[in-house]
Structures are given as C-alpha cells and as structure tokens.
C-alpha cells in the first residue's frame, strides 16, 4: 500500500506562471515532509521541507502548503523558470529505525516549464 | 556538488556476472542508505545503516549483499540478478536522527 502519492506523473506550465505539484498521504503517524528536486543523470536534491505543526512555509520562489485534515500537501513555484524543469519527489517522515527516521516517498510529478 | 559520490555512473552485466557498486560521503554523516529508483516508481528504500551497523533490509532479495566498512563507505555487491533488477541505484547519507537525505548522482544499472 502506498502511503505517499502523487497522482499527477507530469505537469507542463508556462515560465512565469505559477506552478502547483500535489502530494497524498494516508499515515497520520508522518510528522515532517520534505520536496526533493531531481534532474536527469543527477540524484535528488532537497528543496524545501515543513513540520506537522506547520501548514506552511516559504523559501523564496517555494512554498509548501500542509492541509493536514485532508492528508494534502502541496508545492507552489512562483513565478516558475525553465531551469524548474525536473522531477520533483514528495517524502514524509514516520517512524524510527534505530534512531535512522524512515522517509517514505512519492513516485514523482515531471514539471517541464514552457518558454 | 560532491558530497556524495557513487561509482560506476552505468553499469551493464549479464545475469551470471558479479559485480558491486560503491559510495563515499564526504559530508561527515552517521548514516547510509541504499535506495532503488525504478521508472514511475516511488524511490524504494533498500538497506540502511547507521554508525556502520547495518539496522534495515527493506525484505531485498538475498542477490544484493550490502557492505559497510566504515561510516564513510558503503558497497553493494550485486550478483546473479535478474533483468527486472535493471534500474537507478542511489546512495544517500544522513545524520541519525535527520529527516533530510543527500543523495550521489546514482549508478544506472542494465541487466542483460
């Protein structure tokens, strides 16, 4: 069972748009997310993260929204570049191993923006 | 950015070959991991360890074989697999208790 979703496998906007990539999870249990950014023949890089007690937070053109009554969380690009053109992974924390905390993740959206 | 390195980048055995791939983390961290990325997959966490002990296998065939020698390193020795084995293999580094990864560029694995 997949706890962590992302229905959207692709997304295309226009540069200077905005950009909105969802993510879905079903454990209650997950106290911290986390965006991770993935270019071709590199592996992923951390974007922008935000705590349970939260339901937002920003860096710079990033936001991440959490809606945690719907299990939603959501990242905004504003305005989108064409250097955002990747895959973008949503994760979620849960659990302990070992004091290791396990990160599950999403199976990605492609976002390619449009000149 | 080079705080994690893996080698070879592509790799391409036949299902009789054995061979192991390699990470280093330069970054000072605590804890490794092995994750498989397959297409349109989630990224699936494979083995981890933590102060060199390795403290998960995430139910991975007994074909990969982990190695970790030191908190620096960490091998993955790969033998008699199956095509289905082809797929992006990632090596991440953390601090224990972090929920944040960083991850090397990956090796591409192709089984033939």
């Known amino acids: 069972d997949q706890q962590v979703k992302q229905n959207s496998p692709s997304l295309s906007v226009q540069e200077g748009r905005i950009s909105i990539l969802n993510c879905d999870y079903t454990?209650?249990?997950?106290?911290?997310f986390l965006w991770y950014k993935k270019y071709p023949a590199e592996g992923p890089t951390f974007l922008i993260s935000?705590?349970?007690?939260?339901d937002k937070n920003e860096d710079g053109r990033f936001t991440v929204f959490l809606n945690k009554s719907a299990k939603h969380l959501s990242l905004h690009i504003v305005p989108s570049q064409p250097g955002d053109s990747a895959v973008y992974f949503c994760?979620?924390?849960?659990?302990?191993?070992?004091?290791?905390?396990?990160?599950?993740f999403g199976q990605g959206t492609r976002l390619t923006i449009n000149p | 950015e080079t705080g994690v390195t893996q080698t070879p980048r592509h790799l391409v055995m036949g299902m009789t070959n054995k061979k192991s791939l390699k990470c280093e983390q330069h970054?000072?961290?605590?804890?490794m991991y092995w994750y498989k990325q397959s297409a349109k997959k989630p990224l699936e966490l494979m083995f981890v360890?933590?102060?060199?002990?390795?403290?998960e296998n995430n139910s991975v065939p007994s074909r990969f074989s982990p190695e970790c020698p030191n908190s620096s390193h960490l091998f993955l020795h790969l033998h008699t697999l199956q095509p289905e084995d082809s797929a992006l293999y990632l090596c991440?580094?953390?601090?224990?208790?972090?929920?944040?990864?960083?991850f090397g560029p990956g090796t591409r694995l192709t089984v033939t």
């Open positions: 991440a580094s953390s601090q224990v208790g972090s929920g944040r990864r960083y």
């Open positions: 454990n209650s249990m997950f106290d911290y």
């Open positions: 935000i705590s349970s007690i939260k």
């Open positions: 994760a979620a924390r849960g659990g302990e191993i070992q004091g290791a905390q396990k990160l599950v």
């Open positions: 970054l000072g961290h605590n804890a």
């Open positions: 360890y933590n102060f060199k002990e390795q403290t």
